[in-house]
């Protein structure tokens, strides 16, 4: 009995470490009984200010919400985030990040740029997902955004790595993304 015990103790404790350590993640919910998600890669801090991090975005001050690959929403249902309607679908997601002033959710139509290099083999296991508008986001795609939205931003814990999650509200969910001490907030609800 203590064998097993402390074999399911490792066991969990090693699933959590992976976890802690896996690049990549999947924030997922249900809202009016279909799937929405959020895969993204998860950046750590290593050490660094998150302010200081965004001093290094280019002028138009988007960020690409995630490391790696594509952040990319998956909606099975109409949604209303944050008040505006996006239709069922696969998005990019990027944030706008002003030096003064609210922080917003883009979502976004393109599907990313070709990805290519040595990153590529690297990550042979999403070798064949696109990446993000790295320096060009305003020249390249901007005009196929669905919705600029802007987020609460709210108290959160240092966090060394960026979290997406989703928390039941009402018909819906609250997505809250965390990083560095900060987090921001937005309401996902099924189109009324």
Known sequence: MLKRF???????????????????????????????QIEYGRPLLKGRALAELMKQLPPDRVWRAGSGPLTVLSTETDLAIGGKKVPAGDYSLYMHCPENG?????????????????????????????????MDYTMAIADKEVARIPLKQIKSSKSEVLVYSFDPAGDGALLTISWGGQAWTVEFQPVR
């Open 6 to 36: 402390l074999f399911c103790c490792i066991v969990l404790g090693s699933a959590s470490i992976a976890r802690a350590q896996d690049p990549w993640d999947i924030a997922k919910t249900t809202i009016a009984g279909k799937k929405v």
């Open 102 to 134: 609210d922080f917003a959710l883009i979502i976004n139509r393109d599907i990313g740029a070709p990805s290519n290099g040595p990153l590529e083999k690297a990550m042979s296991d999403r070798s064949n997902r696109a990446y993000p508008h790295f």
